[in-house]
């Protein structure tokens, strides 16, 4: 292991970060994931990212953050968009400095426009003026060498995902997506309907649901 | 204060970022600042920080943030460095995760090139990179009303800064620049000396060390 290259994986135990973690892997990647507690309502997400590290071997780091001031439905408050504000931003800062201390040279993200295009987050322009951040404000950057942001989803539709991830067996049984926090997935939420329509789409099978 | 502007101010507890939020106070901002406890030796500077909000009436949230990588003398390793990898990237997304929530449209930073022109997150090129990223990344950035990062002190020399925090009535003597984690300034590590210089070429007394 020591002599592959070495990424950050974000993961959260959703599907499309478990198929990104996979796809790192696939590509020859040292994988180090990084997960994060911030206090979400749908906490078997965090027990799902351990059970899909634990199956790839990787290293895993699980990170309490607080984010006192709310703002999203997702942290349980009656806000009804499904937004954290700077989430994704503050995600991917830790996943810089992580890269930094350990030399890593990439970092993946399962953000794709698709299913959320109204996050502002998620778009393709801000991963680009992430990416040219990091490559000013880390010392990687100062010495040309810098930190690349991955999403190889990005462009993708949750059906053509779903079909990468089956081709590369992803364990999506263990991936969680509901929103709502409870002991089985809702299948009412966002979440859930863009799962079910996505593995329809694909001809598949969802084994979570069985 | 609910008709004057919001800002959220990051807050150290040493001297360039109290005479930052006076500068903020000074330009009308309802000032909402940030501390954070991220482990570092010189625990002090927290203490500081609370105390110099106490005086200024301002809010403040103290964050704890876990950085379990390190890579850097001012976690308490043996790493010569005092660079913290990420560090303003992670303090500047949480600022900016705060702004969002609370519809602040400024961040102030303390940051400036004289002393620690090393340090790649305090480079006017990454400040200028940060924001960009900003814009894109933020609710508040796609409705283009985006979030501006304020850097007051970017160009100034210590002495300068001292001076114009003189003018303003800063504590200088509650704030805490020290590395060491002493219970009194060392003297000898290099905040201590650029302090000192700072101060000598001021003409002015540092009532912290009297």
Request: aromatic share 10%.
């Amino acid at each position: 292991m020591g002599i592959k290259k070495k990424a950050i994986v974000l993961l959260s135990g959703g599907l499309d970060s478990a198929v990104t973690l996979y796809i790192a892997k696939k590509q020859g990647f040292n994988c180090h994931c990084l997960v994060f507690d911030y206090g979400q309502r749908h906490r078997k997400e965090i027990e799902s990212a351990k059970k899909i590290v634990k199956k790839t071997g990787c290293s895993c780091k699980v990170l309490k953050i607080n984010l006192p001031w709310g703002g999203s439905s997702l942290l349980g408050d009656k806000v009804p968009s499904t937004y954290v504000p700077g989430r994704n931003i503050i995600f991917l800062s830790f996943a810089l400095s992580y890269a930094e201390a350990i030399a890593a040279r990439a970092i993946f993200i399962g953000a794709h426009t698709q299913d959320y295009s109204g996050y502002p987050d998620c778009r393709p322009e801000f991963l680009k003026a992430f990416g040219a951040m990091a490559g000013k404000g880390t010392k990687a950057g100062v010495e040309n060498s810098s930190i690349v942001i991955k999403a190889p989803l990005l462009y993708k539709r949750k059906s053509e995902i779903i079909k990468i991830g089956a081709k590369l067996n992803v364990p999506f049984n263990q991936t969680w997506s509901c929103y709502a926090g409870g002991e089985k997935p809702c299948g009412k939420c966002d979440s859930c309907y863009y799962r079910r329509k996505g593995f329809k789409e694909a001809g598949l099978i969802d084994k979570a649901l069985c």
